[in-house]
Structure formats: C-alpha cells, structure tokens
C-alpha cells in the first residue's frame, strides 16, 4: 500500500507526485481551476514556503508555475512521496 499525505502535510523543500485529488470536496469552478493550473494526478509538485504565523497560504510549484493555496484545500490533494533516483 502506498504512503499517501496531503499536500499540506509535506515541509518546505519537499517534492511529491499528486496521488489523487478529492473533487468531491470541492465545488466544481475550484475542481475545474486546480485541473487547469496542472494538478492532475501523476504530476510532481514542491512545497515552496509556508506563510508565517499559521502557514496559510501555502507556496507550491507545480510544473513550472508557482501557485498558492489555502491550506484546506491542499488538504484535499493527497501526494506520495517521489521515489528515488536509481543508483548510478
């Protein structure tokens, strides 16, 4: 069974792949947005920085953007970890 989190859990400097994302608990123009801004599954996100004073919002790179989100809805995105690199 994989290690899943939400994407909100992950620290500054962390990389994961966006495992899945719950729609249902999103309204469907937010749903839609996130899709359009590239979190789909399968895709690597970082998390950037963490607003001072409570974390929120969040910094996240997402392909070659940088987008910030709300904590909550972070939580509804949940990552695996990126598996490591083969040894060379």
């Known amino acids: 069974m994989a290690d899943f989190t939400g994407l ?3 620290l500054p400097g962390q990389t994961a792949i966006i495992a899945a994302i719950d729609r249902a608990g999103l309204d469907p123009v937010t749903a839609s947005r996130l899709h359009e801004l590239g979190f789909d599954e ?5 998390l950037l920085h963490r607003a001072p004073f409570g974390g929120d919002p969040l910094a996240v790179r997402v392909g ?7 904590c909550a ?15 060379a």
Do not use: K, S
Request: zero cysteines.
């Open 73 to 87: 809805m972070a939580a509804l995105i949940e990552v695996a970890p990126v598996p490591p690199a083969p040894a």
């Open 8 to 10: 909100a859990a992950l």
């Open 64 to 70: 070659n953007m940088v987008v910030a989100l709300r």
């Open 42 to 46: 399968g895709v690597d996100v970082e």
